[in-house]
């Protein structure tokens, strides 16, 4: 058996960026079709059909079914749910907070992306920690430029959730490199130093995805496998963009002016904090 210890990024053609691209847009087109859906009594079951359904019309396949028997399309996590939240029946409710998060194999490239939306009047605390934890996913990729390094980004994502703004940064899940695998190397941690790990490269790209918890950093994994949750009850916000890393601007592949568009336009989402 051969052991892979040592890091392999792999670097991307601009001809592949553009296909890679693709398939990011394909995600944020279907979670702007969540968009214009939810409402309290939706239930995130109906959000994995819908899901499941586009993506097919669009000749994409889920990265996420069946990745390490994942049994569903798209990862619902709701509240005190950190990530990896199954969907389920249980009709969403006026003051949720709901992390979409989903993968798709376009022409053989991964596109892995998520979004927090608030349903109508949530708590003002929960409201704070989605804009910080949107805000602080931007400071990150502003880092995502070449001679930085990862724990450039990781140190910014850091800086603003848990030193500004004192939450959580939960550990024990990381982002990561994307391509023709849903996870390459390196691990994108949202914590770190500057100026330590690996050295971006013109064309590397990351799923960067910070998983931010309003109290402890503390999570633990549900009796179905998969759910994380945070272990004091309290909400977690995620985002997730994937990121080409370039000369002096990153290039966001993933494209969230599409699915802000829908959230505004419905009146039981909550943007008024950006
Ligand atoms: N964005 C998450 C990740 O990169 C989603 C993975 S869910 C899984 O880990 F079902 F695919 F595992
Ligand atoms: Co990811």
Not at 146 to 153: E, K, Q, S, W
Not at 172 to 200: A, F, I, W
Not at 250 to 273: F, T, V
Request: hydrophobic share 35%; net charge neutral; aromatic share 8%.
């Amino acid at each position: 058996m051969t052991r892979r210890n040592k890091e392999m990024i792999i670097y991307k053609t601009d001809a592949e960026i553009a296909l890679m691209k693709n398939a990011a847009v394909l995600v944020s087109k279907t979670l702007a079709e969540v968009a214009k859906i939810l409402k309290p009594g939706v239930t995130t079951l109906e959000i994995d059909k819908l899901c499941a359904n586009f993506i097919q019309k669009h000749n994409a396949t889920s990265s996420f079914l069946n990745y390490r028997g994942y049994p569903f399309t798209i990862c619902a996590s709701v509240n005190d749910v950190v990530v990896h939240g199954f969907p389920n029946d249980t009709p969403l409710k006026n003051g949720d907070i709901v992390s979409i998060d989903m993968g798709v194999i376009l022409n053989g490239w991964h596109g892995d992306h998520a979004y927090t939306f608030i349903m109508g009047n949530a708590d003002p605390a929960a409201i704070e920690l989605v804009k910080v934890t949107k805000e602080s996913l931007y400071k990150g990729i502003e880092k995502a430029i070449v001679n930085n390094r990862i724990g450039d980004i990781a140190y910014a994502i850091q800086e603003h959730t848990e030193i500004k703004h004192g939450y959580g940064v939960v550990r024990e899940l990381v982002g990561h490199g994307l391509g023709r695998s849903l996870h390459e190397d390196p691990q994108m941690p949202n914590y770190g130093k500057r100026g330590t790990g690996p050295k971006l490269k013109e064309n590397l790209v990351l799923a960067i995805e910070p998983m931010i918890n309003m109290g402890s950093r503390e999570v633990y994994t549900d009796e179905d496998g998969w759910t994380i949750k945070t272990r004091d009850g309290k909400p977690s916000v995620h985002f997730e963009h994937d990121v080409c890393v370039k000369r002096n601007k990153a290039l966001i592949l993933s494209d969230y002016s599409i699915i802000e568009a829908e959230e505004k336009a419905n009146p039981h989402l909550n943007s008024s904090y950006y």
